[in-house]
């Protein structure tokens, strides 16, 4: 009964999602009269490339840092992948030179937080622009739709009725717990984000970590540029514009602390269900785009402000009178 209690009490948040998940389930069906197990699984592609961007943005935001150019990533790498479709190149070739290109990006993001020592919001602000800049150039304004069928097989193919790209995001889910939770990158992640200076002292080689984790995110966006062009069949400059808030709320809603050092992938991956059962509902019945974006912002807002007001209210009541 003890070890249930302590379960209990250290996946709380986790907890908490799934009970939400629960709701927001029976709050779909009631409200769209259609919900079905092959539905559900088909729904689940919405949020397959926002959640490769999320597991990759989790491990920043565990640093105490932050990368809002992940989007613009996903369109250097469609156009990338574009090309080199149009030039004939088999794709497991193509692909590793994306993955290359994607890390690349993502390390560029990591030497400039680390080594010049500037603010990770400010230069992922800036990427974000230069790299959709450079999808433009590589890519030109019409963008691309024809492409060799492999390329196209893995965001458009089902393994059963689940389809491929959500059996790639559990996939790539295990793989990212299993470094968090089993490896010296993830204690030293945790340890970064908890006190880069302690971190530092204590020998832990903190720019090289934060480096690997911009690039670790850069190539989560490579595979997210692989099932973009499978479901929706075109690669263009702008693909994912706007994205990025959906990317953001989930790895928060998920229970990352903005500030480093707390959150998991259970967390991230529930957070990623709630919001896609969420956002498959407003679908079904018609909720507009506007509107959906307005309870996104809600939601990242909420996750940040009520975790934090809840604290101080501890803290508040355990001072001494």
């Known amino acids: 009964m003890s070890q249930v209690r302590e379960l209990v009490r ?72 574009a090309r080199l479709s149009a030039a004939g190149l088999a794709l497991p070739l193509a692909f590793i030179v994306v993955l290359a290109v994607c890390a690349l990006l993502g390390a560029i993001n990591g030497v400039l937080v680390t080594v010049a020592g500037l603010p990770s919001l400010a230069v992922t602000l800036g990427t974000m622009g230069a790299y959709r800049g450079l999808a433009y150039l590589i890519g030109g304004d019409t963008g691309y739709s024809a492409f060799d069928p492999t390329y196209s097989s893995l965001g458009s193919q089902y393994a059963g009725i689940a389809p491929a790209s959500l059996v790639l995001f559990l996939i790539v889910a295990v793989i990212v717990a299993f470094l968090l939770q089993r490896t010296v990158f993830g204690r030293q992640t945790y340890a970064v984000g908890s ?33 973009w062009i499978g479901q929706y069949g075109s690669a263009r400059a702008d693909n994912a514009d706007g994205s990025i808030l959906f990317v953001v709320t989930a790895v928060v809603l998920g229970g ?28 079904l019945i018609n909720v507009g785009g506007p509107t959906q974006t307005l309870v996104l912002g809600i939601l990242l807002v909420a996750s940040i402000g009520i975790p934090r007001a809840a604290r101080l209210l501890l803290q508040r009541r355990a001072r001494p009178a």
Do not use: H
């Open 195 to 227: 006190n880069p200076i302690a971190s530092r002292v204590g020998g832990v080689p903190v720019n090289g970590v934060k480096i690997a984790a911009f690039t670790l995110a850069g190539l989560t966006a490579a595979l997210a540029a692989l099932v």
């Open 10 to 81: 250290r996946r709380a948040y986790e907890l908490l999602l799934v009970v939400l998940i629960a709701a927001a389930l029976v709050w779909s069906a009631n409200v769209t009269s259609y919900l079905s197990v092959p539905q559900l699984f088909d729904s689940t592609r919405s949020f397959v490339v926002p959640g490769l961007l999320a597991l990759g943005l989790l491990v920043v935001v565990l640093q105490g840092e932050i990368d809002i150019s992940l989007a613009s990533t996903i369109g250097v790498g469609t156009v990338v992948l």
């Open 256 to 283: 990352a602390d903005i500030a480093g050092g707390r959150g998991t992938v259970l967390g991230t991956v529930l957070s990623l269900f709630l919001l896609g059962t969420l956002t498959n509902g407003m679908n």
